[in-house]
Antibody
């Protein structure tokens, strides 16, 4: 069974950095991209970027350029999302998902709360 | 970026009745390989999104056959032949024609009348 298991909830202060992990199992890690999508409370889905674990290539949504870093560790089959310069409006559920042209399955989500 | 719109944004349904959601894109999603890079997801309350339909008309593994997807170019439709109570949630369409600029529709909330 393919599974993506994310790290636990985080509470962060404005201006700091959050790092979320996504450990995969049940398939060959380097065969598919890992995508990151976030969802603000009561809002829709917003794509943030992806990593190709085969070569580490990344693509970021333009609005997150300069603040987001996505990496993949093939020794542990784990992908990471790092978001810096946190703002109150970054409070959201962050999801990782497996896939290149369609995303399935998704991780359980990591709630990030930005609060002073 | 390709802008995705959905209608309706809210859809009250009666169990056993059919339901339909429309998704439109600001640019054609038809790739030169013949595939339309349009996918449908359902996010049930309190859960992560789950894939229903990929490349416009292919049901994902484990998805009941009451769900079907159709369309090409800029106009797409998700149909539920007979709604069941477990189908409530928010339905999103998503385009991946532009891999560097993946975009979602605003979502359609489906609930029971």
């Amino acid at each position: 069974e393919v599974q993506l298991v994310q790290s636990g909830a985080e509470v962060k202060k404005p201006g700091t950095t959050v790092n979320i992990s996504c450990k995969v199992s049940g398939y060959t890690f380097i065969d598919f991209y890992i995508q990151w999508v976030r969802q603000a409370p009561g809002q829709g889905l917003e794509w943030m970027g992806l990593v190709d674990p085969a070569d580490g290539e990344t693509i970021y949504a333009e609005r997150f350029q300069g603040r987001v870093t996505i990496t993949a560790d093939t020794s542990t089959d784990t992908a990471y999302l790092e978001l810096s310069g946190l703002r109150y409006e970054d409070t959201a559920m962050y999801y990782c998902a497996k896939g290149n042209n369609w995303f399935a399955p998704w991780g359980q989500g990591t709630l990030v709360t930005v609060s002073s | 970026d390709i802008v995705m719109t959905q209608s309706p944004l809210s859809l009250p349904v009666t169990p056993g009745e059919p339901a339909s959601i429309s998704c439109r894109s600001s640019q054609s999603l038809l790739h030169s390989n013949g595939y339309n890079y349009l996918n449908w997801y359902l996010q049930k309350p309190g859960q992560s999104p789950q894939l229903l339909i990929y490349v416009a008309s292919n049901r994902a593994s484990g998805v009941p056959d009451r769900f079907s997807g159709s369309g090409s170019g800029t106009d797409f439709t998700l149909k539920i032949s007979r709604v069941e109570a477990e189908d409530v949630g928010v339905y999103y369409c998503m385009q991946t024609l532009e891999t560097r600029r993946v975009t979602f529709g605003p979502g359609t909330r489906v609930d029971i009348k």
